[in-house]
């Protein structure tokens, strides 16, 4: 149990933190507006490619796929180095973290070459197309239609809660190829072109004004046999990959945390004097930041386990259950703190440029999107 | 002892449903929310101002129905239920309870009938920056009858006709009736959390004021009149609370997940049961709080304390659960769930944010345990 | 909506408080230690007898019975008059509460005429015998069995979680007369003479050191069919009537409240001063006096309603709910103030005489008995 | 970086728990729950002395095996877990350490080999009163080398031989070394809320005490000892939270209701995700004080403290709720589940309770943002 760099970690980390200071771009734009500005994106490829040239994209990666060719604990301490510069939005995450693993693992020998580098360097990107109306997050219930018609596939229906399905160039899909077995075995995974013909993308409105989800709509959609991820009927199992990638990947919520609200409550006044010297206060700071540490603390028990080539346990689930949570009890309790002035959203006039009132308007979200708080007890329960 | 509402004030309450199904849907409430020039429903204020609800607990002689405080206790549940977008509340529980605290014969005779009329909007011009309102935060002052300062931010302020204002005049804090069509009045309209509520920043520079009450009550005035306010504004909570809650009911009986209705399912079935919980706790408190405010009793400020702690929980987890138990509908703009969730916050923090009332509630504690 | 009384009710305190004044005896002992004591007991069935003679017993059941001919409100009056005094426990509200009104509701008239009146006046007491070690809250899932002998019945099998069967003179009896239907159906109810042959009681020993509660045995145990209480088969339907009354009859949780908590505060310190002034005490503090209230009140809307003979609705099942896990989490802020000192539990010692160690050892149990926080929440869902 | 025990430590804790589970079973804890007169386990003691855990983290010159902090923490887990009957915590964490950060080569020569050897009991007597520990509450006195005044309660003060002692010497606060059989000592064992450990009220009068560390240094040292206590008791508490947890799940899957087991239901399984998800946030805190422990690092302040917030909560909520899944069973005296919960209100108080150690972490985090 160690949390100071080897000589060999501090070096790597030295190296990292000097070519970042060198190359960092400054933020371009929010992620949270569904990076609606072509400028936007163009930073965020930019920033990619050239993490890429320089090792630091999908550090784990064999270099043949354009990846660093290093180990788990180079990329944690990237990762640490690169969360103190403002870096561009990372619309690659779910491409990288879930669907070209995927691919990576279950996919054929010509999918891997044409994907894997694309995607590493930011030029290509992809969406996960599960979920569906009538199927919320019971996966297994998807009824999106692949029908054979020669040797090949014709896809109709639809999935909704897409990420970045408006940005993205390929998709992963999980289809019903077979109607008449029960409703895991019927299933089969795909990738497919977003912006073949068949395809309609719809942005769903958000409460938070924002649209980052989109409505998928598939008619007639043809798809070659090559394009099928792994067996026909096994896209349940595969599935349940890329799943399990998508957990490990959600890091952190982001957004105001307790500094935030230590700042805040430095100027505010309670009945009985300054914000910040009022004991309740101080308690739920507490409780807040044990909850951060703590997460941060499991992902780094994860990563150890990873780094030694062991399968992580269940505690690698808890991330979003405990911090979308957090993040809604912090910007609840920060509102009432700024008491009657708490309605202004303006980021103008709200108090640290209404960070709690966005977060409070993001964090449903965040406790619904990549399973219910609901659905992740249960996973973490068996 | 008799805890309940009588006969009349059911029948007042399923009228006033009934009246708020047909006027106010859903659709009204979004017309003022997707619009930011509109800061509330004028129709639905005219129709309002029609069945006399601005003026059901004004006495008769001031062109009141002179109901009681529990009447209109009765209204704001429906309008809470039917998230009104409308300046009732600044007009009649703030603005009209003040008056009726503190006002002279002759402010009462001019402004009152307006108000019961529904040809006044009122507001009620307090705060001036974050955090709870103590002496210090006011600036504003009143010097030879003119207002200067400024308030944000005022509920309803972009459609109010009066505010009441409160500012120092002598050193000493006290409340002001400054019409807002006059001289040395600037209005921005703000974006908040709630946008099918309207909120301004009030600027005065040279104002006409006139004191309302004595001369350094304005803090206690203030709070006499939130004590009111507090109790009013529990039931729209609760009428919030209550709606929330049969919109996650009826979802997830509607709703299926691996082969039957997600309501079916514990997690979700106690999620209901936690709400309707704080629900009935709050409604209890709220009850108290009403009778507390119709009897004009000593307990007013322990029971509207309690009252509006109670509602403020019941209001804020109802909202995010019944969200939450829409799952990924819960969030989309289209979905009601977002209104309720917007309105629990607008509706918390607008008298006061709870974690402050629970300090008075514990202070009204201390000193009934003293007496 | 009224709190103050009306004339009539003005007078109706006022001759209970008077009565009170003249004839509430001191309290004589705990009924936490399970009435062990003879004396205690004895106390207990004084009191009863003489608020019988008086018409305060069972106001609301007719005088033919016993009680007291009067109305709902008479009965919230006076109990609210009578917790204004140290009176002796009440081993009474069982079979006040639930087993008795059973019998009168589904019952024949013999044993109307038999049981009503002696229980009425505490000369007899009755315990209730659903609960089973297989069964736990699943009433319908009960496996003593009553076998047919002739026209009387055998009884052979166990139930657990009696509370009080140690000194019941009766007990009402949930069996199995008929294993071959599904579960719910085959079930009939008794009443059984505790003091026969072929019942054995066994307390059962508690964490908190008392035994409220027992294990009771049926060996053979001989039963008349005019014991029968409703017809054969239609013992899951009569233990819901009984449960329905339970549901009612549980009122306060009584022990250390929120004012308590504020004595205890005055005297004590904290890292930021005297804990009176601690605003996460007092917020705490507010949280738990709007339950109680809310509780209070909630009882009073119940009451309100029963007065005007409607049925209330499910607001009357939240009291436990709720004021079990408060007594526990009142307690556990309580020994968190008096900090390294909470561990003492000797009451000469303790602060308070040790009220909030005695609430925290009692604080399980509470949650528990008479259905789980679980169970209770499916009923409300329902 | 590496978050996680090594090969050599996850041996230990192998060895640990086999160990436990034949000399500690829960018979051998209520032996002592059950018998007042019976202050530990005796047997127990002699044993974990062979193996020799109270010596683990002394200097081998000491006669310890100079294994590291993060060893001990191994050892603490195993013993939370197991409900070790014996005055280890008092005798280890809290007086070993005492002498290690203070002690005088002479003190530390005559002490640390017979705590590690198992022949010295300890028990650090700090309190007096009811309250957070602070300079007001320090009455007892020393003059002359004598200690007069009473400490109340001194967790495992009966069984102790050798007690470090908060006391006063000319106004300024120290901490003393005592020996308990000598002259000036009356004890008293206590009634306490967990039986399986031990207490008392130590009365000094006259008592010959010598100083432990610099005269004025005795708040700043018990801070120094209680946040390197408050990471060891941490990991006791990750233990038996732990184990509290297995009690529930092992009791839900065998357990039937309405057809299937309780365990399959939603209620039961959500409770059980929250235990385990409390407990991991626990361990992740721990893990991280027992770094900053063993690395003597900068941060150890705000670790130890979030690490005993976390690990409070932790093996609270657990206890609790492993007892609430058992049912009716779980309140029984024959049950173990309020063995857990006994010894988690035990564990949670006896080095202050959480309450304060929040206070201490934000003022931590507050010194950290301004440095």
């Known amino acids: ?382 | 002892m008799n805890f309940d509402f009588s006969d009349d004030q059911k029948f007042l309450k399923s009228e006033a449903r009934k009246f708020l199904a047909a006027r106010c849907p859903p659709a009204a409430v979004r017309a003022v929310l997707d619009d930011p020039d509109r800061p509330y429903d004028r129709e639905l204020w005219k129709a309002v101002a029609a069945q006399g609800w601005m003026g059901a607990a004004i006495p008769e002689e001031f062109g009141g129905l002179g109901l009681g405080g529990i009447e209109l206790c009765v209204i704001a549940e429906e309008l809470g239920r039917a998230l009104a977008p409308i300046p009732f509340a600044s007009t009649v529980y703030f603005v009209a309870e003040a008056l009726m605290l503190a006002g002279s014969p002759a402010q009462k005779a001019k402004w009152l009938p307006r108000i019961a009329a529904g040809e006044t909007i009122g507001c009620f011009a307090t705060v001036e920056r974050p955090g709870v309102l103590t002496d210090g935060q006011v600036q504003a002052k009143v010097e030879g009858g003119k207002l200067t300062g400024v308030k944000i931010p005022v509920t309803d302020g972009e459609a109010a006709d009066l505010a009441v204002v409160l500012a120092r005049q002598g050193g000493r804090i006290g409340l002001f009736l400054v019409e807002l069509a006059g001289a040395g009045v600037t209005r921005e309209a703000l974006e908040i959390l709630d946008p099918s509520r309207g909120a301004a920043r009030l600027a005065f520079a040279g104002a006409p004021a006139e004191p309302l009450g004595e001369a350094g009550e304005g803090m206690a005035l203030t709070e006499a009149v939130l004590n009111r306010a507090a109790v009013l504004l529990a039931f729209e909570q609760l009428g919030g609370a209550d709606r929330a809650l049969e919109m996650a009911r009826d979802y997830a009986l509607g709703r299926y997940a691996f082969g039957r209705p997600i309501g079916g399912y514990q997690a979700i079935k106690h999620k209901l049961a936690d709400i309707y919980i704080k629900n009935e706790l709050a409604r209890s408190n709220a009850y108290y709080g009403a009778w507390a405010l119709g009897d004009g009793a000593a307990e007013l400020p322990v029971a509207a304390a309690a009252a509006r702690v109670a509602a403020c929980e019941a209001f804020w987890f109802a909202a995010k659960e019944s969200l939450q138990t829409h799952g990924g509908m819960g969030f989309t703009w289209d979905t009601d769930c977002h209104l309720y969730y917007r309105r629990a916050q607008q509706l918390g923090l607008v008298a006061g944010a709870a974690k402050a009332w629970k300090e008075r509630l514990v202070a009204g504690l201390e000193r009934r345990n003293a007496a």
């Open chain 1, 1 to 382: 149990m160690d949390f100071n760099d080897t000589p060999e970690e501090a070096a790597y980390r030295e190296a990292a933190r000097a070519w970042l200071k060198a190359n960092a771009p400054k933020r371009a734009g929010a992620a949270g507006g569904g990076l609606a500005d072509p400028a936007d994106m163009e930073a965020c490829r930019a920033w990619q490619r050239r993490k890429a040239e320089a090792g630091y994209a999908c550090i784990t990666w064999p270099k043949q796929w354009g990846g660093g060719g290093g180990a788990a604990w180079q990329s944690v301490i990237f990762g640490q180095e690169e969360a103190r510069f403002e870096t561009p939005a990372n619309p690659f995450q779910i491409g990288l973290g879930m669907c070209v693993p995927t691919v990576m693992t279950v996919g054929n020998e010509a999918d891997k070459e044409r994907f894997v580098r694309p995607a590493v360097r930011g030029e290509e990107i992809w969406c996960q197309l599960f979920s569906e109306p009538a199927a919320g997050s019971d996966v297994a219930a998807v009824r999106t239609r692949a029908s054979r018609d020669g040797e090949d596939w014709a896809i109709d229906g639809q999935k909704v809660w897409t990420s970045g399905a408006h940005y993205s160039d390929f998709g992963l899909l999980l289809a019903r190829t077979d109607p008449d077995v029960p409703k895991h075995k019927g299933l089969t995974m795909f990738w497919i072109d977003m912006k073949a013909p068949g395809v309609e993308v719809r942005p769903i409105h958000q409460m938070s004004g924002a649209s980052n989800f989109n409505e998928v709509y598939f008619t007639d959609l043809r798809v070659k046999d090559a394009q099928r991820v792994g067996a026909v009927g096994d896209g349940w199992k595969t599935s349940l990959v890329t799943l399990m990638n998508e957990r490990l990947a959600i890091g952190g919520t982001g957004g105001a945390g307790h500094r935030t609200v230590l700042k805040l409550a430095a100027d505010i006044a309670t009945l009985a004097g300054s914000a910040v010297k009022d004991a309740a206060l101080r308690e739920k700071i507490a409780d807040w930041f044990v909850q951060a540490e703590g997460l941060k603390y499991t992902r780094y028990r994860t990563l150890t386990a990873l780094s030694r080539g062991q399968t992580p346990g269940p505690e690698s689930s808890i991330g979003k259950v405990v911090s979308a949570s957090l993040m809604q009890d912090m910007a609840n309790a920060a509102l009432e703190l700024e008491d009657q002035f708490g309605i202004i959203a303006d980021p103008a006039l709200a108090p640290l440029g209404g960070a709690f009132q966005t977060a409070l308007m993001n964090a449903p979200g965040l406790r619904i999107a990549g399973g219910t708080d609901e659905i992740l007890r249960n996973i973490i329960a068996e």
